[in-house]
Nanobody, 126 residues
Framework: QVQLVESGGGLVQAGDSLRLSCAASGRTFSNYHMGWFRQAPGEEREFVAAITWSGSTTTYADSVKGRFTVSRDNAKNTVFLQMNSLKPEDTAVYYC???????????????????WGQGTQVTVSS
């Protein structure tokens, strides 16, 4: 399975931007669709964004649509989440996850993903 390590989190003010990175190792990165999820204290883990193995298709949660952009660089085995116009309600631990490209299960469900990073904290102050 692929190993994932997130980076780029931090403490920012409302309206600021952050770019999260997720570096993959261990298996062929382009064999995986990738997703971003987040989990706030006391809340369930929720879907944020997903990108197919080729990068041709992206999907977003309504709460981040128009503000966040997911992208990937298969040559560098990395997926990114560009987060603009951040809001206090975006505060959470952000996780990247990998889903086998042959897997037709829902991109929105955390149970569809085999492999997870350790998470990176994003805190947005008002």
């Amino acid at each position: 399975q692929v190993q994932l390590v997130e980076s780029g989190g931090g403490l920012v003010q409302a309206g600021d931007s952050l770019r999260l990175s997720c570096a993959a190792s261990g298996r062929t990165f382009s064999n995986y669709h990738m997703g971003w999820f987040r989990q706030a204290p006391g809340e369930e883990r929720e879907f944020v964004a997903a990108i197919t193995w080729s990068g041709s298709t992206t999907t977003y949660a309504d709460s981040v649509k128009g503000r966040f952009t997911v992208s990937r660089d298969n040559a560098k085995n990395t997926v990114f989440l560009q987060m603009n116009s951040l809001k206090p309600e975006d505060t959470a631990v952000y996780y990247c996850a990998a889903r086998d490209f042959r897997d037709s299960s829902s991109r929105y469900s955390s149970s569809s993903y085999c492999c997870w990073g350790q998470g990176t904290q994003v805190t947005v102050s008002s």
